[in-house]
Every structure is written in structure tokens, then in C-alpha cells.
Nanobody
Framework: QVQLVESGGGLVQPGGSLRLSCAASGLILDYYDIGWFRQAPGKEREGVSC????????YYADSVKGRFTISRDNAKNTVYLQMNSLQPEDTAVYYC???????????????????WGQGTQVTVSS
């Protein structure tokens, strides 16, 4: 049974940092493309970042470029999202998701992903 478990969320002040983790069981992340999505109250789920299995290409939403970094540790079967310079508009529930080989143009499309974690809350507030 595939299970994705996010952790690392919490309350942080504007300008602060958090590192989210996505630990997988039931599959080997090395073989999959991994995405991070977020959903704020009253808003649609949006793609934040993606890292591919092949060549480890990375993709970012314009709103997080230069502030967020996605990485993977295949030995730990875990993917990370380092989030720096957090702003109130980053407040959302963050989800990791797994997909097979995904087209670069589709990385932010949620239905391209097959498995999802339960999410972790990130709140940026003073």
C-alpha cells in the first residue's frame, strides 16, 4: 500500500523558513516524479514545485522561484521542500504527490498525479 506522509509544517513569521518532508512507503520514490502542491482556504490547489525521476529536473511556480527549493534523498525515500523568505500568501496546506513520467508542461496539473499525502499546514503570520 502506497503511503505518503508530509511533515515539517507549522507557524512561522514572515521572512522565516521551513523545510517540509515527504516520506514514502510502498513505492520507491527514485522511480517517480514528485510534486508539491498547496491549497489555501477558498482557493484551488496549485502546483508549487516538482522534481523528476530522470535527470532530477526541477520546476517551480513563479510565485516561489528563488525562495523554495525541492530536493530528494533516494536513500531515505524522502523528498523535501525548503521554503525560505516565507510570506503570508504562502499560508496553505501543502501536499506531496507522486506521478509516473510526467510531461514538463503538465507538472502543475494535479490530476496527473496518482498518489497524494494527507497534507501539512503551513501558516505564515506575525
Amino acid at each position: 500500500q502506497v503511503q505518503l506522509v508530509e511533515s515539517g509544517g507549522g507557524l512561522v513569521q514572515p521572512g522565516g523558513s521551513l523545510r517540509l518532508s515527504c516520506a514514502a512507503s510502498g513505492l520507491i520514490l527514485d522511480y517517480y516524479d514528485i510534486g508539491w502542491f498547496r491549497q489555501a482556504p477558498g482557493k484551488e490547489r496549485e502546483g508549487v514545485s516538482c522534481i523528476t525521476s530522470k535527470h532530477e529536473h526541477t520546476y517551480y511556480a513563479d510565485s516561489v522561484k528563488g525562495r523554495f527549493t525541492i530536493s530528494r534523498d533516494n536513500a531515505k525515500n524522502t523528498v523535501y521542500l525548503q521554503m525560505n523568505s516565507l510570506q503570508p500568501e504562502d499560508t496553505a496546506v501543502y501536499y506531496c504527490a507522486v506521478a509516473g513520467a510526467i510531461r514538463a508542461t503538465n507538472w502543475a496539473i494535479s490530476y496527473e498525479y496518482d498518489y497524494w499525502g494527507q497534507g501539512t499546514q503551513v501558516t505564515v503570520s506575525s
